[in-house]
């Protein structure tokens, strides 16, 4: 059972553009939803988080949008740049400790900015 | 701080080897994660340890197995390896404090583990 699903799989934008990647879940008991860049040979960078209290969570030109009742969480990335070229993996996790403690991810989208 | 340490970086196994991989955490960070990440599967959860103590476990066989030492430095091996074990295996640690925390972990490089 796939906890979290991510879409596209794929997605190219031109510089300047922007990266919009969508990610959905099913377990309500998830709060904790981050999202991680990699670039090929690296392990995942935590880029943003966000919690399930707020609906919007901007950290420079990225933001997360957070929408509790559809059970669905975006990531835009504004003003796109040939360096954000790197996979992204939303992800979900339950906050306390004990056996929540894990991140489910979503399958990745590779994200190709053009120059 | 210095950041998530894995060794070794890569790994070149024959089926039915045995394999330990490293890890270090950030310095302070009590809770290790590992997770496998393949092609076809992406990131799955292995196992999570904390305080020398493995408190959670994903879907994997018992051919994986690992530990925390009181450093909270952890390894994982895999016994009886076989091909679809290859994958880039990924530790990450988090700080964990006490009460409710939310899971931010920081990953490793990983180890890239082939299985031939």
């Known amino acids: 059972q796939q906890q979290v699903k991510q879409s596209p799989q794929s997605l190219i934008v031109q510089k300047g553009g922007i990266s919009i990647i969508n990610c959905a879940y099913e377990n309500t008991a998830f709060d904790y939803f981050p999202w991680y860049q990699q670039f090929p040979g690296k392990g995942p960078a935590l880029l943003i988080a966000i919690r399930p209290d707020v609906s919007e969570k901007k950290e420079g030109r990225f933001t997360i949008s957070f929408n509790k009742s559809a059970k669905q969480f975006s990531l835009h990335i504004m003003d796109s740049q040939p360096g954000d070229s790197a996979t992204y993996f939303c992800?979900?996790?339950?906050?306390?400790?004990?056996?929540?403690?894990?991140?489910?991810f979503g399958k990745g989208t590779l994200l190709t900015v053009n120059p | 701080k210095a950041g998530v340490t894995q060794t070794p970086r890569y790994l070149i196994k024959t089926r039915g080897q045995q394999v330990t991989l490293s890890c270090s955490p950030i310095s302070g960070h009590r809770s290790v994660s590992w997770y496998q990440q393949t092609p076809g599967q992406g990131l799955q959860f292995l196992f999570e340890y904390f305080s020398e103590t493995q408190r959670n476990k994903g879907n994997f066989p018992g051919r994986f197995s690992g530990r925390q030492f009181s450093n909270s430095r952890s390894e994982m091996n895999v016994s009886t390896l076989e091909l679809g074990d290859s994958a880039l295996y990924l530790c990450?640690?988090?700080?964990?404090?006490?009460?409710?925390?939310?899971?931010?972990?920081?990953f490793g490089p990983g180890t890239r583990l082939t299985v031939l």
């Open positions: 990450a640690s988090s700080p964990m404090t006490s009460g409710l925390s939310y899971n931010e972990q920081f």
């Open positions: 992800a979900a996790s339950k906050r306390s400790g004990g056996s929540n403690y894990k991140l489910t």
